[in-house]
């Protein structure tokens, strides 16, 4: 049976469990020729950008341990990132909009722009063929009462989708994210050089080979992505990519 605890499902926090004793660190940025959202990844500023790192596997137990590539840039409008996964068998099978995107194959970003306040963060579980929830979890109220803007999204797929007799190479997520467009944690305003945000990256989901990865491991006896405690923290720098 699929797990539903990284989901919205059953986003359950856990208490009395200690915070990751050193959440990984990432600077963003800035481009320099901008960034076209196609799914492609192929302007100079992304070769230019670092990864975040090798995604752990915290609750592994059986399976290839497939990589993701995650990356981010930044400008005066949006935050980009990109997710290059690999996946030998690419599913999804869930097509509504806020649906349980997370039990197909997927990746994730949690992202609290104003930790000083408190622990809410917005949330996008993108599928690989694009579909996705987007809401925000501000602690106070359901999570599907806080729907927020979806991000300007485009993806490529590498393979075939819901055909486990071929083996597929993977998927592309490149996401632009609004600043101004989410106010709910924050005044939406663009980040200055310094600032610091606390961010989850995840990928789970998929019918073969399921897997939970993250970026910033969460410290949660059982998947749990939904631990604001263990994100990790991104810092913007006005520092161009190249």
């Known amino acids: 049976m699929k797990t539903l605890a990284v989901c919205f499902l059953a986003c359950a926090f ?5 915070a990751f004793a050193e959440q990984p660190e990432y600077t963003v940025f800035r481009t320099t ?10 302007e100079a500023d992304w070769a230019a950008a670092p990864s975040v790192g090798d995604f752990q ?14 990356k981010m840039l930044w400008d005066g409008t949006f935050l980009y990132l990109s997710f290059k996964c690999s996946d030998k068998h690419i599913w999804a099978d869930h097509y509504d909009t806020n649906s349980a995107t997370c039990l197909d194959d997927c990746a994730e ?3 609290n722009p104003n930790p000083s306040a408190g622990k809410g963060y917005n949330m996008f579980e993108m599928s690989c063929i ?3 929830l987007s809401v925000c979890n501000d602690l106070k109220k359901p999570i599907l009462e806080n729907k927020i803007l979806p991000p300007h999204m485009a993806q490529t797929i590498r393979g075939s989708v819901n ?11 490149e996401i632009a994210i609004r600043f101004e467009d989410y106010t709910k944690l924050s005044s939406g305003a663009t980040p200055k050089d310094g600032d610091m945000w606390r961010v ?3 990928r789970c989901g998929g019918k073969t080979n399921e897997q939970f990865s993250q970026w910033s491991p969460s410290m ?20 161009k990519v190249r």
């Open 14 to 18: 856990l208490t009395a469990i200690p």
């Open 33 to 42: 020729d901008g960034i076209t959202i196609n799914g492609i990844l192929d």
């Open 57 to 70: 596997f915290p609750w592994w137990t059986a399976g290839e341990k497939e990589q993701t590539e995650a």
């Open 109 to 111: 970003i949690f992202w």
């Open 130 to 132: 694009g579909n996705l």
């Open 163 to 173: 055909n486990d007799s071929d083996e597929d190479t993977g998927w592309i997520l």
């Open 200 to 202: 989850g990256l995840n």
């Open 220 to 239: 949660t006896e059982k998947p749990n992505f939904h631990a604001p405690d263990d994100f990790g923290k991104i810092v913007f720098s006005m520092k």
